[in-house]
C-alpha cells in the first residue's frame, strides 16, 4: 500500500509538471531543470533518511517531501519568469498553496500531512522556528540538506556549462569585481546569510559556501567531500589570502563534522 501510494504521488507530479512545458524554450529550460532537481532531492532525501536508520515510513515521508519540496517552482518561473522570491513570491508558501488547493495529500493522516506541509513551507527558510518538535525538525532539516546537495550540483554543472548554454534565471547577478568581506565574517561566526543581500556573482559563491555549515547530517558532509563542493566553488572566487583562509576554515570544518 505504501509503495503505490508512493508511486501515485510520482504520477501526480509527472502530471502537474507537463502542463507548465510549451513553446518558450527559457521557461522549458528551468521547467527541465526543476523538474530533474526535484527527483534528485526526492532520492537524495531516501538516501539521508536510511542513513539515519528510520523506519520505511519515515522514509517514504522525507522521499514524498522531497518530491513535493518545490512544487511551487513551476507555476513561479511560469509567472514570472525568475526562481528570486524576492522578485516574485515565496515559492514554498506557493507549493503549500498547491498542494492545498488541490488536496493532493488527502489520503495521508492528518499528523503525517501537517509534518510534509511544514517541511515544504520552511524549506528554504532563512532559520528554522525553535518551537518545532522533534520528528518536524528532523523532517525539515533533512528536505534542507536534501535540496543543497542537489543545488551545489545544479552549481558545479552550470559553471562548466554557462559559456556554451547560458541562462539567464542562473545569471541573475552582475558579474562584477569584488566581494563583500562581511558575508565571510558571517560564516566565521556561524551566521546565516540573507539571500537578498547578495550584489554580485561573487557574493553569490560566498553564500552558497556558507550553505556547507548549515548542513545537518554526516551523509550531507560526507557527499560534498567525496564531491569536491568546497573546492569548485572556492576556485570560481578571486585568489587571495582571505578566500583561502576561508577555504581552510571550511575544510576543517566538514572534517570536524564527520568527525564527529
Given at each position: 500500500?505504501e ?15 507537463k502542463?507548465f ?10 521547467i527541465?531543470?526543476?523538474?530533474i532537481h ?9 538516501n ?8 520505511q ?13 518545490d ?5 513561479q518561473f ?6 528570486r ?7 514554498a ?13 488527502k489520503?495521508?493522516?492528518d ?8 517541511a ?7 532559520d528554522?522556528?525553535m518551537d ?7 523532517f ?30 542562473l545569471?541573475n ?19 546565516k546569510i540573507s ?6 556573482y561573487?557574493?553569490?559563491?560566498i553564500y552558497?559556501?556558507?550553505w556547507?555549515?548549515d ?18 566553488l572556492i576556485s ?20 570536524n563534522s564527520?568527525?564527529?
Amino acid at each position: 500500500m505504501e509503495n503505490i501510494l508512493v508511486k501515485e504521488y510520482y504520477d501526480w507530479f509527472s502530471t502537474y509538471v507537463k502542463k507548465f512545458y510549451g513553446e518558450d524554450s527559457l521557461i522549458n529550460q528551468n521547467i527541465e531543470l526543476k523538474e530533474i532537481h526535484t527527483l534528485k532531492v526526492a532520492e537524495h532525501a531516501v538516501n539521508i533518511a536510511k542513513s539515519l536508520n528510520l523506519t520505511q515510513k519515515e522514509v517514504d515521508t522525507a522521499e514524498i517531501i522531497g518530491l513535493f519540496h518545490d512544487i511551487g517552482r513551476f507555476e513561479q518561473f511560469k509567472k514570472y519568469k525568475t526562481f528570486r522570491d524576492a522578485f516574485s513570491e515565496n515559492h514554498a508558501a506557493l507549493g503549500v498553496k498547491i498542494l492545498e488547493e488541490n488536496r493532493t495529500l488527502k489520503n495521508l493522516d492528518d499528523s503525517r500531512r501537517k509534518i510534509i506541509i511544514k517541511a515544504v513551507n520552511l524549506h528554504n527558510a532563512k532559520d528554522l522556528p525553535m518551537d518545532l518538535n522533534k520528528e518536524e525538525s528532523l523532517f525539515c532539516k533533512l528536505i534542507r540538506d536534501a535540496d543543497k546537495l542537489d543545488i551545489f550540483r545544479i552549481i558545479m554543472g552550470y559553471e562548466r556549462e554557462r559559456k556554451n548554454h547560458p541562462n539567464p534565471a542562473l545569471d541573475n547577478l552582475p558579474f562584477t569585481l569584488g566581494y563583500n568581506s562581511e558575508l565571510i565574517k558571517d560564516i566565521r561566526s556561524n551566521k546565516k546569510i540573507s539571500n537578498n543581500s547578495l550584489k554580485n556573482y561573487n557574493d553569490r559563491k560566498i553564500y552558497e559556501l556558507s550553505w556547507i555549515i548549515d548542513l545537518n547530517f554526516s551523509f550531507s558532509l560526507n557527499y560534498i567531500k567525496e564531491r569536491d563542493v568546497l573546492k569548485t566553488l572556492i576556485s570560481c572566487l578571486p585568489k587571495n589570502e582571505e578566500i583561502d583562509d576561508l577555504e581552510r576554515y571550511l575544510d576543517k570544518y566538514i572534517e570536524n563534522s564527520i568527525a564527529n
